[in-house]
Nanobody
Framework: VQLQASGGGLVQAGGSLRLSCVVSGSSVRFNDMGWYRQAPGKQRELVARIGSSGWTTYPDSVKGRFTISKDNAKNTVYLQMNSLKPEDTAVYYC????????WGQGTQVTVSS
């Protein structure tokens, strides 16, 4: 399984970014998928999850600002991030919460104040 995240960058507080994760070797149609982030000196945390049927869940820290979605035909998972805050700065990864695959390189998101 390979997970290729992209779309990160430098954005000012209040801005938006859309991350993409192209998945190969596994089907997003039949697997729960999640977006994770890891800030320097902190543990990796799950910030969005989408079930195989399309339900979604978020922690309070990003609820109302982040939206996870997927395109089964493209085998790709997305994370729309709005109203970004400096504390959202981290490397973002995608993976399968129920059957974790080798972690990809992730994509850096930096939010300036």
């Amino acid at each position: 399984v390979q997970l290729q995240a992209s779309g990160g960058g430098l954005v000012q507080a209040g801005g938006s970014l859309r991350l993409s994760c192209v998945v190969s070797g596994s089907s997003v149609r039949f697997n729960d998928m999640g977006w994770y982030r890891q800030a320097p000196g902190k543990q990796r945390e799950l910030v969005a999850r989408i079930g195989s049927s399309g339900w979604t869940t978020y922690p309070d820290s990003v609820k109302g600002r982040f939206t996870i979605s997927k395109d089964n035909a493209k085998n790709t998972v997305y994370l729309q991030m709005n109203s970004l805050k400096p504390e959202d700065t981290a490397v973002y990864y995608c993976n399968r919460p129920l059957s974790v695959a080798p972690w990809g390189q992730g994509t850096q998101v930096t939010v300036s104040s």
